[in-house]
């Protein structure tokens, strides 16, 4: 699958276009290129969040879906290719119930932060969000593997889960929203 890079600048980008793995040239700015290029960002804040203090299950989780978040990358790459087959949409829905099952249910909203690992992954989950958005622009113009897409959904609730776990684990808490008029009262 695809070439070895023995020389990492190639001069082939300096005019604003770069080549797909099919071999075609797009603008640098194009939908297809904004998002892989979203997921490759996403694929690096995952990164952030296992350079921090996680325990063996999240870290065994997030590492799969680095690898899996490469392959919706590859897939982006290639126009026509799929590389995210319904089972890794499973595999996170998996995962969303396992780490959900021990949390107690929502009664606030929850504001990114509780410990750094958390406020890591919360940080990885609102880009999430726009990778899915990027794709579903992408969608409107060209094929995309509909799995693709609720992949990107799942991937964002697990981030969100993981959060909430992680600022428990840590020994830290979640920090929940306080409307504004509340915020006064209990500053008085």
């Not at 960002?41 to 870290?59: M, Q, Y």
């Not at 590859?74 to 799929?82: D, Q, R, S």
């Not at 992408?138 to 593997?145: D, G, I, K, P, S």
């Given at each position: 699958m695809g070439n070895r890079l023995s020389k990492i600048y190639t001069r082939t980008g300096d005019k604003g276009v770069t080549g797909l793995g099919?071999?075609?040239?797009?603008?640098?700015?194009?939908?297809r290129v904004e998002a892989y290029g979203t997921v490759d960002?996403?694929?690096?804040?995952?990164?952030?969040?296992?350079?921090?203090?996680?325990?063996?299950?999240?870290?065994t989780c997030l590492t799969r879906v680095q690898h899996e978040l490469f392959?919706?990358?590859?897939?982006?790459?290639?126009?026509?290719?799929?590389?995210i087959p319904d089972a890794y949409v499973d595999g996170l829905e998996d995962d969303l119930d396992r780490f959900n099952a021990d949390l107690p249910p929502?009664?606030?909203?929850?504001?990114?932060?509780g410990s750094e690992a958390a406020a890591r992954c919360h940080l990885a989950r609102?880009?999430?969000r726009r990778a899915e958005r990027r794709l579903v622009s992408?969608?409107?113009?060209?094929?995309?593997?509909e799995s693709t897409i609720r992949y990107l959904n799942r991937l964002s609730d697990l981030l969100f889960?993981?959060?909430r776990t992680l600022a428990r684990a840590d020994g830290g808490s979640e920090v929940l929203w306080v409307h504004g008029d509340q915020r006064e009262k209990t500053a008085s």
């Open positions: 099919d071999g075609s040239r797009v603008d640098k700015d194009s939908l960002e996403l694929n690096s804040l995952v990164g952030l969040v296992l350079a921090a203090d996680v325990f063996a299950p999240v870290r392959d919706l990358g590859g897939e982006l790459c290639m126009p026509g290719t799929i590389l929502l009664k606030d909203f929850i504001l990114p932060g609102t880009v999430a992408l969608a409107h113009n060209e094929a995309v593997n889960v993981l959060a």
